[in-house]
């Protein structure tokens, strides 16, 4: 069964920082990885989706890179900015029992940059 | 130009009661899903439909019904509401049933209270 963990729960730095937010996942029979953000009350907005094949991917100010032998994934802030403050989620697509796919996602980190 | 909406976004309900939320997406994408986001912020899903088609049932008790009208509405059903069920429901849709190559984008949620 697929398991998703997020270290740390919760990072507060202050504004222009650099950070690093990490996921491990127990399986390493994956899709994707993907990192979310979600906005207190809001949805899920999708940062960077990562394929099996790629080591990673770059957005603006976020690289997310993924290791799949090792099942680790760190997303990359740099110079963080009092509007990054959201939670960020981590989330594997996974192949299900009966050869479906299915995103399984991790707690979170809840991050908050102080100006 | 709202990509997946719900209605609605709040709902309050006693204990016993059957309610209904409604999802629509206007992506013209094939596969749609419904999650559960519980009080610890714990998101995962419960059902998958790929051109109206069940393809995911995540072992969601019997009182919760998804129909998928068409291709662009899911919608979630729960008989004989329950104190857990008070959570946050999130819709999503994606192209198709990928492999990985694509995103999925999520709604806004909707916030059941179970009183």
């Known amino acids: 069964k697929q398991e998703v963990t997020q270290i740390p729960a919760a990072l507060s730095v202050p504004e222009g920082e650099n950070l690093v937010l990490n996921c491990s996942f127990t399986?390493?029979?994956?899709?994707?990885l993907q990192w979310f953000r979600q906005d207190p009350g809001k949805g899920l907005t999708s940062l960077l989706l990562i394929q099996s094949s790629q080591r990673e991917q770059t957005s603006g100010r976020l690289n997310a890179s993924l290791d799949k032998s090792s099942g680790r994934s760190t997303l990359y802030i740099a110079a963080s900015q009092p509007g990054d403050s959201a939670t960020y989620l981590c989330a594997v697509l996974s192949i299900t029992q009966g050869g479906s796919e299915k995103l399984v996602f991790g707690k979170g980190t809840k991050l908050t940059v102080n100006p | 130009d709202t990509a997946v909406s719900q209605t609605p976004k709040y709902l309050v309900t006693q204990m016993g009661n059957d309610k209904s939320i409604k999802c629509e997406q206007n992506l013209g994408h094939d596969t749609m899903y419904w999650y559960k986001q519980d009080s610890k912020k714990f998101l995962k899903i419960m059902f998958s439909y790929n051109n109206k088609e069940l393809i995911i049932n995540e072992t969601v008790p019997n009182r919760f019904s998804p129909k998928s009208p068409d291709k662009a509405h899911l919608n979630l059903h729960i008989n004989s509401l329950e104190l857990g069920d008070s959570a946050v429901y999130f819709c999503?849709?994606?192209?198709?049933?990928?492999?990985?190559?694509?995103?999925?984008?999520f709604g806004p949620g909707t916030r059941l209270t179970v009183l």
């Open positions: 399986d390493s029979a994956i899709y994707n």
């Open positions: 999503a849709s994606s192209q198709r049933i990928s492999g990985g190559t694509d995103t999925q984008y």
